[in-house]
């Protein structure tokens, strides 16, 4: 049986944080998670789309429990204030959607802490986030960190030596690929670092195939390409939202679209590059993101 949102479990009294949920994937994932009882954040970088998006999940769900906040993933000031304002308000946080992404601009740009601007937003900026948060998750009794990753991480290589193209030539292509197999790098160590600590928290992963979004502004044809193959968001955002509320999910699961070469179709348990399930990477890289945003993993109490 196909996998569809009549089979996410009721979300009532739970808070789910969905980065970037003013538009695209994220938006549908706030939206059906409030749809099922979870009070959402929408942490988005921009205040009046955020509010266009509360307006339109208030339009479609009176009784939605919506609430903005503002973070910009480029920015570790911004990231820590949204985090200190969440753990001054909030007891437990149980879902963490690291939704937000930057995809392919054509020329190297960077963020404000100096990082590359796909692997400073994609990868960084949400491994700051989630360690950053990390205490609320763990408050809660089965909270999930969902990261969402892409089919183009089987393209991608993790340069430890030169993860922000500072010295090497930029390349679009190659910068987006790194950050989305740098992204289940991640989900995969925090995974095994959370279990190691005992902790009741676990970290999935997701990729959405080919759905058609505004994140694909910067690539040629994608206009024609969406026309034959994508799908539209409400498809897309499935995989997100098993990974998020699948009761038979464990950690380090990684779903997508089962159909197509993995494009389109619902969502499933599916594999990955090797070399993105490789630990002694991860922990390398993971080293690398700590001494690059200052953050550690706190200690987990039983």
């Not at 990231?79 to 054509?106: C, H, W, Y």
């Not at 408050?139 to 193209?165: I, W």
């Not at 030539?169 to 989900?187: C, D, E, P, T, V």
């Not at 009741?200 to 044809?221: C, F």
């Amino acid at each position: 049986m196909n996998w569809t949102r009549a089979q996410i479990p009721d979300q009532s009294g739970r808070l789910a944080i969905v980065t970037g949920a003013n538009s695209g994937i994220g938006f549908v994932t706030a939206e059906i998670l409030a749809s099922k009882g979870a009070r959402v954040i929408l942490a988005c970088r921009n205040q009046a789309r955020a509010e266009a998006a509360q307006s339109r999940i208030l339009q479609n769900i009176p009784s939605a429990e919506i609430e903005i906040g503002i973070l910009d993933l480029s920015s570790l000031a911004s990231i820590e204030a949204f985090a200190k304002r969440t753990l001054d308000t909030e007891s437990q946080v149980d879902l963490l959607i690291n939704n937000a992404g930057i995809m392919m601009p054509p020329v190297r740009t960077e963020t404000a802490d100096g990082f590359e601007m796909q692997v400073g937003v994609n990868h960084l900026g949400h491994f700051s986030l989630t360690l950053q948060l990390l205490p609320l998750l763990n408050n809660a009794p089965a909270a999930r960190v969902v990261t969402v990753s892409s089919l183009a991480h089987y393209k991608g290589r993790v340069n430890l030596g030169d993860l922000n193209y500072k010295h090497r030539r930029y390349w679009r292509i190659a910068s987006y690929g790194q950050s989305k197999r740098a992204n289940l790098l991640f989900s995969f160590e925090l995974n095994r670092r959370l279990r190691a600590a005992g902790a009741r928290t676990i970290a999935t992963a997701a990729h959405p195939g080919w759905t058609s979004t505004g994140l694909q502004r910067h690539i040629p044809g994608a206009r024609l390409f969406n026309a034959l193959v994508a799908m539209q968001p409400a498809q897309g955002a499935l995989p997100t939202l098993r990974a998020a509320t699948d009761l038979a999910a464990r950690g380090a699961d990684y779903f997508g679209p089962k159909g197509l070469t993995g494009t389109r179709g619902y969502p499933v348990i599916v594999g990955c590059a090797s070399a993105a399930k490789d630990p002694a990477s991860a922990a390398k890289l993971w080293l690398l993101s700590e001494d690059l945003t200052g953050q550690r993993m706190t200690a987990i109490e039983s």
